[in-house]
């Protein structure tokens, strides 16, 4: 008995459906009784149901669901005293169906995404290629290169060649944040060279009030940071970008603040109480304190960053429910979208609050490492990409598939099948809209993890902005700057430097890359042989067939 679940053939259709639309299922080969067992994660109900043989060899099932979620299904194979199971292969990879005994240990499912609603994307997104600034690392546009209202406490590096490092108390907490002072006016100076470097789309870290440089503490998020200027540059920033049809999003921190915020103000800094002056203040219920009040729930026990409990309805009415509402605030300054920081923190409801503030215009991307389509986070599976919640992801797992793949820790068969399940499992317009990052501000820089290696990391180029998603460009990889975690990842826009063949690489595939491709119909990815991957997107009868060796790069075979 076969079954493939990447072929239309044997699941029609092919990936996530829509609640009520009838899914087909062929199985060919020769048996007496063919049986699909269905297991629906939101009840925990099981459902069997019975092929029939449509005709020789060839065992068909229509199925739908009566709600969003996700269907899991195998098929019970009976042929005389042979009995077995027909499933998916290891952690639920879709492709060819592996057989298992009846009592196998586990067996692994195939995957159905069944969504409320498929989600629109605004049309600038479909064609948009990112660049993500780390504001205070990217350029200083003081013509001095004074540094804005610097903050108490803190240094600002000697020159911009220093590299990035932090001061430490005995504790191990940073004492001093460190400053190279990027800000607004320096990243309207450079839009123009973004423009120009292929990419018409801007991604910020955070911009609110903070005590970092990362600023992902945050201390008032009706605040513009001082150091980056005030609410005039940056409404020049966003007309600025405007003008050039270009669009800008914004980084919301609402899982947690900083210690020192107005929220929790630890050192009492605010002359209004916090939550750290006790139950007369407001937002003492915003935070879950177990031991009052210097113990109390943080981000992975970082004290630093007092987490928030998001379930609290004042906050919820702070956040997006209010009229003057942070999201509204910031919405009615026209920031073109939202990426929300550490999605899995966030319930779904509360996601889903804050997209029901957005216009069809404005986009809302969630920070999510994994399949996005199938991720528990505390106990919980997540709804991200079933309807009213986020439109993408940032999409780690193509990044990781590509770094393993040029590493040579994976062959081109597993790429292909990983990928492919992806596929299958997102809706569509979240695969093909799926924020790709091949380095960020939480990673190392791609040229470090090509091993400095210019031509190698010339072929992850290649292989990166061919494949679906909408790329976004970590700033200054395209200059080659170097870097492992954490600081070092954060070092200052090397201005100085000329562009070289790395520059001209990023530029050439940006510029290049068809807009079309981030709204196909479909995409197909083959392995050739262990190196070798042939891929195609399809979209109204456009096709453009490519072909990548991880040793010598990209071939385009076909263009119709």
Not at 89 to 103: F, R, T, W
Not at 252 to 269: A, P, T, W
Not at 296 to 319: C, T
């Amino acid at each position: 008995m076969e079954f493939d679940s990447f072929l239309v053939a044997n699941r029609d259709p092919f990936g996530a459906v829509i609640v009520g639309e009838t899914i087909t299922l062929h199985t060919q080969g020769h048996a007496e009784e063919v049986r699909l067992r269905v297991y629906d994660d939101e009840t925990g109900k099981v459902t069997w149901y019975d092929l029939h043989e449509e005709d020789e060899d060839n065992w068909v099932v229509e199925i739908s669901a009566a709600h969003a979620g996700l269907l899991y299904y195998r098929f019970e194979v009976i042929d005389g005293y042979n009995q077995y199971w027909l499933a998916a292969q290891g952690n639920n990879l879709g492709g060819a169906a592996e057989v298992y005994g009846m009592h196998h240990a586990s067996i692994p499912d195939f995957q159905i995404t069944v969504m409320a609603e498929l989600e629109e994307l605004p049309e600038w997104y479909q064609e948009a290629r990112f660049y993500h600034i780390f504001v205070d690392r990217f350029n200083n546009g003081n013509k001095d290169m004074h540094v804005n209202n610097p903050k108490p406490n803190s240094f600002i590096y000697a020159n911009k060649r220093d590299t990035p490092f932090y001061v430490r108390d005995k504790q191990g907490e940073i004492a001093r944040w460190e400053f190279f002072g990027g800000n607004f006016q320096g990243i309207a100076e450079k839009l123009d060279y973004i423009l120009e470097l292929g990419c018409n789309a801007i991604y910020l870290s955070p911009i609110f009030e903070a005590n970092s440089n990362h600023r992902y503490d945050t201390s008032d998020y009706l605040a513009l940071d001082p150091i980056l200027g005030d609410e005039d540059d940056f409404k020049f920033l966003l007309d600025e970008a405007h003008k050039r049809g270009m669009h800008i999003i914004l980084d919301g921190v609402f899982n947690h603040v900083g210690q020192y915020s107005r929220y929790f103000n630890k050192d009492g800094h605010f002359k209004e109480p916090g939550a750290y002056q006790g139950p007369s203040s407001k937002y003492y219920h915003w935070f879950d304190f177990t031991d009052f009040p210097d113990e109390y729930n943080s981000w992975w026990g970082v004290k630093d960053l007092p987490v928030i409990n998001k379930s609290e309805a004042s906050y919820r009415k702070f956040i997006y429910g209010d009229k003057d509402s942070v999201i509204n605030h910031w919405n009615n300054f026209g920031v073109d979208g939202w990426r929300l920081d550490v999605a899995d923190e966030l319930p779904d409801d509360f996601i889903a609050g804050i997209r029901d503030q957005m216009s069809k215009e404005q986009v809302l991307i969630g920070e999510v490492w994994e399949d996005a389509s199938n991720k528990v986070a505390y106990d919980q599976r997540r709804q991200y990409l079933l309807g009213g919640g986020l439109q993408a992801t940032m999409h780690y797992p193509l990044r990781n598939l590509i770094l393993d793949f040029m590493l040579e820790e994976i062959d081109a068969r597993v790429f292909t099948t990983v990928l492919m399940t992806l596929e299958s499992n997102y809706p569509k317009n979240a695969f093909f809209g799926a924020f790709t990052n091949m380095g960020t501000h939480d990673t190392k820089r791609l040229f470090t993890e090509m091993g400095e290696d210019e031509e190698k990391l010339k072929r992850a180029l290649e292989l990166w902005l061919t494949m679906p998603g909408v790329p976004c460009v970590y700033y200054g990889d395209e200059m080659g700057m170097t870097g492992g975690k954490d600081p070092e990842n954060r070092g200052y826009f090397p201005w100085d430097e000329p562009r070289g063949e790395i520059f001209n690489k990023f530029q050439r595939l940006l510029q290049s890359r068809p807009t079309w491709w981030q709204s196909a119909d479909w995409f197909e990815c083959h392995a050739i042989d262990s190196d070798t991957l042939i891929y195609a997107f399809h979209k109204d009868g456009q096709h453009e067939m490519m072909q990548f060796s991880r040793k010598t790069g990209l071939a385009i075979i076909k263009q119709q």
